[in-house]
């Protein structure tokens, strides 16, 4: 029998045991990559980043950054090695996190975010990358996609259509299964990251007012192959979560609005 078809049934027992459940969503997550294997990985690629990209020297604005990512951070409730830095680019509207809680917030951000509040709706949503495991979950679909490749290959092994099937699966395990995924990682860090935020003190209203303004920033592609929500869908869901963190709000220690 050919081994493809013996491994089979074992991957498929590996991916139904391997699931985590993800925090606050308490949505069930497949991880085939353990947190040492993707905090490595998020190291070496770190130092790749700091290495390759201009670090803002900037003492105010590296300041505003670290302390509200930290205040983030302590509100997650996991104790990662955190590191929050300012790439000084000016034209990049973006921030990103590796895993094991490495954060990095491009200075073209800061206009659209204007304040700290908003501020901390992007460094809640890169912060719940981490603690969801979102990386992990994406090279996991990977290797799952990988290895799904790899069976059809096999068996049309003797068919003329092969070239044909293991591209159309390809693309269907890249628009059928990792960007809608990468989409709910998306929407799905928005919303941990706005109760982050909520509990760190920060007024959770400048969470969609922050989208609204993103809206307007450049052209997008289509949705249906984005790896990220439409922004004034993301505004409008981050609307409707509000109330569902106003207790947390309220009970923690507010911060001010400051302009940044």
Not at 210 to 224: D, N
């Amino acid at each position: 029998m050919p081994r493809f078809v013996l491994a089979a049934p074992v991957v498929l027992i590996a991916i139904f045991v391997a699931c985590v459940t993800t925090p606050v969503t308490n949505r069930q997550a497949l991880n085939l990559v353990s947190d040492a294997q993707m905090n490595q990985l998020g190291l070496q690629a770190w130092h790749e980043v700091i290495a390759k990209e201009k670090i803002s020297r900037d003492p105010r604005l590296s300041e505003i950054v670290s302390r509200v990512g930290r205040r983030i951070a302590a509100a997650s409730g996991q104790n990662y090695d955190w590191e929050f830095v300012v790439i000084d680019s000016p034209k990049t509207v973006n921030a990103f996190c590796l895993p094991g809680g490495k954060i990095a917030v491009y200075t073209g951000i800061l206009p659209v975010a204007q304040n700290e509040a908003a501020l901390a709706a992007v460094l809640g949503h890169e912060v719940a990358h981490a603690t969801a495991r979102h990386g992990a979950e994406r090279m996991s679909q990977g290797l799952v996609a990988q290895f799904g490749m790899q069976v059809v290959d096999q068996a049309m092994k003797d068919s003329k259509y092969r070239g044909l099937a293991v591209g159309a699966l390809g693309v269907g395990a890249q628009f059928g299964v990792l960007l809608p995924y990468s989409r709910l990682h998306e929407a799905e860090a928005d919303k941990i990251g706005l109760l982050y935020m909520a509990k760190a003190g920060y007024d959770p209203v400048e969470a969609p007012a922050l989208w609204l303004r993103m809206a307007g920033t450049g052209q997008r592609v289509p949705e249906f192959i984005s790896t990220h929500p439409d922004p004034l869908k993301r505004a409008e869901q981050l609307e409707k979560s509000i109330p569902d963190v106003l207790p947390a709000w309220s009970a923690s220690e507010r911060q001010p609005t400051r302009a940044i």
